[in-house]
């Protein structure tokens, strides 16, 4: 089986996995499961697998804004 990193499936996939999702925002996978489990990112399960939709992951990027701290 080929492995596809994030960016050469991008154009093609429909959903991420959990793992790719981490990899893509440059979290840990327990930060993306934690995003999936609270709401932030939605999701859906299939069988045993998490699947993230690609438009999930850019609307969660687009609604970036400047930081409070």
């Known amino acids: 089986m080929t ?4 960016s ?7 959903t991420y996995s959990v793992r790719e999702v981490a990899e893509i925002l440059g979290v840990s ?4 499961y ?3 489990r609270t709401g932030q990112l ?9 699947l993230v939709p690609v438009e999930a992951v850019e609307a969660f990027l687009a ?3 400047p930081l409070e701290f």
């Open 3 to 6: 492995q596809h990193s994030p």
């Open 8 to 14: 050469n499936r991008a154009r093609s996939a429909r």
């Open 29 to 32: 996978k327990s930060t993306a």
């Open 34 to 36: 934690e995003c999936v």
């Open 42 to 50: 939605p999701a859906v399960k299939l069988r045993s697998r998490i």
């Open 63 to 65: 609604q970036a804004g």
